[in-house]
């Protein structure tokens, strides 16, 4: 039956109160009433929800959404290698987790490790205890879990685990430390020329006026951008937030859109090759290492691209499940992807069909792996003659914009 609320009016102290109960009908709120004591009860009426009991909802709601976020990688992966190697001195699993919870200082892992150890030491399974949180630790620390459990090597398949994410964490790092040079370039540009705009600009503007010159469109140009900035830019700023949340929101919630960005930012240059290596190469080593720690093939395949975070690509990958389902070979699924090359399409069919389909993924992975190094390396040298180009374009534009009028005044004076 439904609960509803109940406000109940009673004398205490020679002094009316009111108190709000929760029970299923008025004769049930009645009792418990007079079970807790408080006083002569008068009369009792049927209430809506109230505000408190919805602010208390909503805050509920707002701390799952922060703990749906990913924990960190970083200090995961030392919980991860701390209880494999316990376990592999033949440690019970609960004096790890108790052993974990003792040394972790991240306050979340500490959350999740103390809720695992209750529910592992009432009887449940480490990977069942783990399902509640898969949204945080992710699927394939659930399906890596679940394989020790079963076949009796938990140490060895927490270690692998702890690998696949240290990869992951690796190229994540890689890709940070590539940006870095050109983040910076872009963010000192965009900082000279608002300086540049806002107080140098405006100091020619009144030599410009006493003269009655016909000021260039660079100039022109210059002065309209200096204006919107300095009137309009706390509007344009907030104008530009409010977008990026509006495409943030609808982003999460319409999959058509999600799937048109996610396919879109695959050709944009030097990003959507990034994203491609990352994504493609991230899904053949955690495929081969599931496949290879004795994960059937369906299940490894799900997991693998469970990882994979672009929606277009995570759709073609998808098309190998759907061709193994329908009977077909594995090769037939990576061919229907048409995300890669002939090459390591013959890689995968000779390794199917010569029983060492773990040997070739080992290399494909490896090829990716070198690919995707390569590339982040490099990704510096290859932003760099955009940035020499804007760079020159912001010259140009302050160059024109300031000494061409002057040039004018000068000719105006001598005449």
Same mark, same amino acid.
């Given at each position: 039956?439904?609960?509803?609320?109940?406000?109940?009016?009673?004398?205490?102290?020679?002094?009316?109160?009111?108190?709000?109960?929760?029970?299923?009908?008025?004769?049930?709120?009645?009792?418990?009433?007079?079970?807790?004591?408080?006083?002569?009860?008068?009369?009792?009426?049927?209430?809506?929800?109230?505000?408190?009991?919805?602010?208390?909802?909503?805050?509920?709601?707002?701390?799952?959404?922060?703990?749906?976020?990913?924990?960190?990688?970083?200090?995961?992966?030392?919980?991860?290698?701390?209880?494999?190697?316990?376990?592999?001195?033949?440690?019970?699993?609960?004096?790890?987790?108790?052993?974990?919870?003792?040394?972790?200082?991240?306050?979340?892992?500490?959350?999740?490790?103390?809720?695992?150890?209750?529910?592992?030491?009432?009887?449940?399974?480490?990977?069942?205890?783990?399902?509640?949180?898969?949204?945080?630790?992710?699927?394939?620390?659930?399906?890596?879990?679940?394989?020790?459990?079963?076949?009796?090597?938990?140490?060895?398949?927490?270690?692998?685990?702890?690998?696949?994410?240290?990869?992951?964490?690796?190229?994540?790092?890689?890709?940070?430390?590539?940006?870095?040079?050109?983040?910076?370039?872009?963010?000192?540009?965009?900082?000279?020329?608002?300086?540049?705009?806002?107080?140098?600009?405006?100091?020619?503007?009144?030599?410009?006026?006493?003269?009655?010159?016909?000021?260039?469109?660079?100039?022109?140009?210059?002065?309209?951008?200096?204006?919107?900035?300095?009137?309009?830019?706390?509007?344009?700023?907030?104008?530009?937030?409010?977008?990026? &949340?509006?495409?943030?929101? $609808?982003?999460?919630? *319409? /999959?058509?859109?999600?799937? !048109?960005?996610?396919?879109? =930012? %695959?050709?944009?240059?030097?990003?959507?090759?990034?994203?491609?290596?990352?994504?493609?190469?991230?899904?053949?080593?955690?495929?081969?290492?599931?496949?290879?720690?004795?994960?059937?093939?369906?299940?490894?395949?799900?997991?693998?691209?469970?990882?994979?975070?672009?929606?277009?690509?995570?759709?073609?990958?998808?098309?190998?499940?759907?061709?193994?389902?329908?009977?077909?070979?594995?090769?037939?699924?990576?061919?229907?992807?048409?995300? &890669?090359?002939?090459?390591? $399409?013959?890689?995968? *069919? /000779?390794?199917?069909?010569? !029983?060492?389909?773990?040997? =070739? %993924?080992?290399?494909?992975?490896?090829?990716?792996?070198?690919?995707?190094?390569?590339?982040?390396?490099?990704?510096?040298?290859?932003?760099?003659?955009?940035?020499?180009?804007?760079?020159?374009?912001?010259?140009?534009?302050?160059?024109?914009?300031?000494?061409?009028?002057?040039?004018?005044?000068?000719?105006?004076?001598?005449?």
């Amino acid at each position: 039956m439904q609960s509803s609320y109940f406000e109940v009016e009673y004398i205490l102290g020679g002094k009316r109160h009111k108190y709000v109960l929760n029970a299923s009908h008025k004769v049930e709120a009645i009792q418990e009433f007079k079970t807790k004591g408080m006083g002569v009860f008068v009369e009792i009426k049927e209430i809506k929800e109230p505000n408190s009991v919805k602010i208390d909802r909503i805050k509920s709601k707002i701390a799952d959404k922060l703990r749906a976020k990913k924990v960190p990688l970083e200090p995961y992966i030392a919980t991860l290698r701390h209880i494999s190697t316990m376990l592999n001195a033949g440690l019970p699993i609960t004096i790890c987790l108790d052993d974990i919870i003792k040394t972790t200082t991240h306050k979340r892992l500490l959350e999740i490790y103390k809720h695992i150890l209750q529910e592992v030491e009432s009887g449940i399974s480490l990977s069942i205890a783990f399902k509640r949180f898969e949204s945080e630790v992710g699927t394939i620390s659930v399906a890596l879990f679940d394989l020790g459990e079963k076949t009796g090597t938990l140490d060895e398949s927490i270690e692998k685990l702890a690998d696949i994410l240290q990869e992951v964490q690796d190229n994540r790092m890689k890709l940070k430390k590539a940006t870095r040079y050109p983040v910076i370039v872009i963010v000192a540009m965009i900082i000279a020329f608002s300086f540049v705009i806002t107080l140098v600009v405006p100091q020619f503007q009144a030599m410009f006026e006493e003269y009655n010159t016909e000021l260039p469109f660079p100039t022109l140009l210059l002065l309209w951008i200096e204006h919107a900035i300095t009137q309009y830019g706390l509007f344009i700023l907030s104008g530009m937030v409010l977008i990026s &949340f509006i495409l943030s929101y $609808i982003y999460k919630k *319409s /999959a058509n859109f999600k799937l !048109g960005f996610d396919r879109y =930012m %695959l050709k944009v240059y030097i990003v959507g090759k990034v994203i491609y290596l990352s994504m493609v190469g991230r899904f053949i080593f955690v495929f081969d290492r599931l496949s290879t720690s004795g994960v059937p093939i369906l299940d490894s395949l799900q997991t693998a691209i469970g990882i994979v975070e672009n929606e277009h690509l995570k759709k073609q990958l998808n098309k190998i499940i759907e061709a193994i389902e329908e009977g077909r070979s594995l090769k037939d699924g990576f061919e229907d992807t048409k995300l &890669f090359e002939s090459m390591t $399409i013959q890689m995968i *069919s /000779a390794g199917e069909n010569s !029983g060492s389909l773990s040997a =070739m %993924l080992d290399k494909v992975s490896d090829i990716y792996r070198k690919k995707y190094s390569y590339l982040v390396d490099n990704v510096a040298t290859m932003i760099e003659p955009l940035l020499i180009a804007a760079i020159a374009g912001f010259v140009l534009l302050l160059a024109l914009g300031i000494f061409l009028p002057m040039w004018s005044i000068a000719e105006a004076v001598g005449g």
